[in-house]
C-alpha cells in the first residue's frame, strides 16, 4: 500500500466524468487499499478515485465508527428520500466548509472489490458521503451543491 497525492480543486481530473470498473483485479485491489491509506492518513471520510488522478468509479468511505472501509465500484444511487442540510468539506479543498443540501437517506447499488453486486443504505452522515463521493465521479464538486439560500455558518 501506499499514500497517494490528492489533487486539489482547479485540477482539470476533478470535472471529467469517470469511466466504468470492468477489471476487478490486482490493479483495481491495489488501488483501493492505496486510497484506504491515503483517507486514513487524511482522517477523512471518504475519497473517490478521481480524487488521487485515477477516473475511474471507485469510492471509498469510512465513518470511524468501527464497521471498518467500505468500498464502491461503479457505485449508483438507487433511491432516496427526505433532505438534510450540513456543513461540508473535501479532502480536495482543505480548510473550505460549505452548507449543502443532501438527502437524508440513500440507497446505494455497487459492486465490490471482486465484481460482486450489493447494496447498502444509509442516514445522515453516511447518506452525505456517499452523495459526495459519488458526486465526485460525475466531475460534480460539493461547492456546485451549495444552496444560494442556506446562510453560511
Known amino acids: 500500500m501506499a499514500k497517494r497525492d490528492i489533487l486539489k480543486f482547479g ?57 471498518g472501509v467500505i468500498e464502491l465500484i461503479n457505485p449508483e444511487i438507487v433511491s432516496q428520500e427526505g433532505t438534510q442540510v450540513g456543513n461540508e468539506g473535501c479532502l480536495s479543498a482543505p480548510g473550505e466548509w460549505c452548507e449543502v443540501e443532501r438527502p437524508a437517506k440513500v440507497t446505494v447499488k455497487a459492486q465490490n472489490r471482486h465484481g460482486e453486486e450489493f447494496t447498502v443504505s444509509g442516514k445522515e452522515l453516511l447518506a452525505r458521503a456517499l452523495c459526495h463521493e459519488i458526486d465526485h465521479l460525475d466531475g460534480i464538486l460539493f461547492t456546485d451543491r451549495v444552496k444560494q439560500d442556506i446562510p453560511k455558518r
Open 11 to 67: 485540477e482539470d481530473a476533478l470535472r471529467k466524468k469517470c469511466r466504468t470498473v470492468t477489471s476487478f483485479d490486482e490493479r483495481l485491489w491495489e488501488l483501493l487499499d492505496d486510497m484506504a491509506e491515503t483517507l486514513h492518513g487524511e482522517q477523512g471520510v471518504g475519497l473517490a478515485a478521481p480524487q488521487v488522478g485515477i477516473l475511474r468509479r471507485a469510492v471509498i468511505i469510512d465513518l470511524d465508527d468501527g464497521k
